[in-house]
């Protein structure tokens, strides 16, 4: 079966930090990319952050260019989204998806179950 | 970076009613574009692929057209387990971008 784990995220304090993890299983990781996208209370979707699946490609919606970093182990088939500088208007539940490398296929037709971040003092 | 807008952002429906969702994209995306279905507190879905490709296991009443810049999501004959908020998304290029939503509720 094809799936994506997700773990970490919490709560942090303005200016903190929070690691996500995502584990992927069922499928070649190397043939995908991955994004993460998520989903502020009461609004929309909105991408974050992907990553080739050779891992050598990253890359980044503005609102997080310079704070957050997404990385990836291929021995362990999992991508991390490693946010610094957390604010307010970061929290939200965030997804990782996966998404394609070639074709038309293969983009966003399996996701994490999510993970809450809350960006409180 | 591409901008998709969606519209309606919001539409009543009756069960049994015909729904149309138009997205368009600000340049040509070819048929990359996805349609997912989201339900609250729930993962979002995808419904369509590659503009008009049916995901499997969804049903045949969800349909996608479009290719280049307008792209159509119809839902023919409205089921109660249809009311949710869909999304386009492209992913022609980095950033991917999402529509805004359209909430489709009961009349």
């Known amino acids: 079966e094809v799936q994506l784990l997700q773990s970490g995220g919490g709560l942090a304090q303005p200016g903190g930090s929070l690691r996500l993890s995502c584990a992927a299983s069922g499928y070649f990781f190397s043939s995908y990319a991955m994004s993460w996208v998520r989903q502020a209370p009461g609004k929309g979707l909105e991408w974050v952050s992907g990553i080739s699946g050779s891992g050598e490609s990253t890359y980044y919606a503005e609102f997080v260019k310079g704070r957050f970093t997404i990385s990836s182990d291929k021995s362990k088939s999992t991508v991390y989204l490693q946010m610094n500088s957390l604010r307010a208007e970061d929290t939200a539940v965030y997804y990782c998806?996966?998404?394609?490398?070639?074709?038309?296929?293969?983009?966003?037709?399996?996701w994490g179950q999510g993970t809450v971040v809350t960006v409180s003092s | 970076d591409i901008q998709m807008t969606q519209s309606p952002s919001a539409m009543s429906a009756s069960v049994g009613d015909t729904v149309t969702i138009t997205c368009r994209a600000s340049?040509?995306?070819?048929?990359?574009l996805a349609w997912l279905q989201q339900k609250p507190g729930k993962v979002p879905k995808r419904l369509i692929s590659a503009a008009s490709s049916l995901q499997s296991g969804v049903p045949s009443r969800f349909s996608g057209s479009g290719s280049g810049t307008e792209f159509t999501l119809t839902i023919s004959s409205l089921q109660p387990e249809d009311f949710a908020t869909y999304y386009c998304l492209q992913h022609k290029t980095f950033p991917r971008t999402f529509g805004q939503g359209t909430k489709v509720e009961v009349k």
């Open positions: 340049q040509d995306i070819s048929n990359y």
């Open positions: 998806a996966k998404d394609r490398i070639f074709g038309v296929e293969g983009a966003f037709d399996i």
